[in-house]
DNA sequence: GTGTTCTTTTGATCAGATCAAAAGAAGCCG
DNA sequence: CGGCTTCTTTTGATCTGATCAAAAGAACAC
């Protein structure tokens, strides 16, 4: 529905001390749009409402967010990097082995780290990543004939 | 230690299916003195006892066990593939965010999916995948300078 | 031993991602 | 408003990890 990025967009991206760029409005809506989208899939979307921009642009945007706290960058095993702006919470994934989509997953215990293994082999640990794995329910119709 | 490949890794080979060639017995081998190795370490051990082989046969030695269940793979974002050969119980891995080195950490939750959550968005769940997150010990005394 | 089947070698190819230099835009300041 | 500094984008090369494919070679059932 966004014709024209929204102001909340800018302030976002003001917000976390970076200038306002075409590119970057397009990669903060896209992933507004698209939770959990491929870099590439962001830049389709970027390219509908910027047809000149490059991939490398969006690439800069999105690690220029990541590491500016705006999104996160998940990498589910054998899947390339998808990126998601919730950042200020303690949720995990789930992700359908057959089509590779990914949706959220409350985190039901609490704040980061969620676990606490008994034996760390003398790590400090800082975070708990939980992903699982299994069907989608789209997946699961279709292995079922 | 082993010079020459002691019969045990004939017969886990062998009894998973597969053929035993040379290339299989080093990288079996191989992933036994060092867990959690990169196919490219696996590679260079391999090489000390075969000088002949090729990367690509330990990759295919290293799919091949994947798919017969003699090994895992593990791949934590932003690092290549590891291969284990821990397979027959439900356990988990720290990683260091500054090394990069993994340990195994045992599962204490029982048997796989080992955690359940509230929501599954509809997906049936298999497998619950948990990777922790912090520092080994040698990196923390390192940043404690 | 012999033959079929599986494995390895060789070399090309791929995807996802990153690097680097030059051109261009953002936005601060007067 | 206009200039200037700094940051961003573009363009095109490059990299790693991994996979594909055909031909040569080895495993092992008989």
Redesign the interface.
């Known amino acids: 529905m966004p014709a024209a990025s929204a102001p909340p967009t800018d302030a976002a991206i003001r917000g976390a001390g970076l200038r306002v760029t075409g590119t970057r409005r397009g990669v903060y809506d896209a992933l507004h749009e698209a939770p959990h989208a491929r870099a590439d899939e962001v830049f389709e979307r970027v390219r509908r409402a910027l047809p000149g921009a490059s991939m490398q642009s969006v690439y800069n945007a999105l690690g220029d967010f990541v590491g500016a706290g705006l999104a996160r960058?998940?990498?589910p095993?054998?899947h390339a990097?998808l990126f998601e702006l919730r950042v200020a919470d303690n949720h995990?994934h789930?992700v359908?082995?057959s089509c590779g989509r990914v949706?959220?997953?409350?985190c039901?215990t609490g704040s980061a780290?969620c676990?606490h293994?008994?034996?760390?082999?003398?790590?400090?640990?800082?975070?708990?990543?939980?992903?699982?794995?299994?069907?989608?329910?789209a997946c699961?119709a279709a292995s079922a004939n």
Chains 1, 2 share one sequence.
Not at 103 to 106: A, K, T
Not at 117 to 137: I, M, N, R
């Open positions: 960058r998940i990498e095993a054998g990097g995990h789930i359908c082995r949706e959220d997953v409350e039901v780290p676990l293994p008994d034996d760390t082999a003398g790590f400090s640990v800082e975070v708990a990543e939980v992903t699982f794995w299994g069907l989608c329910p699961t």
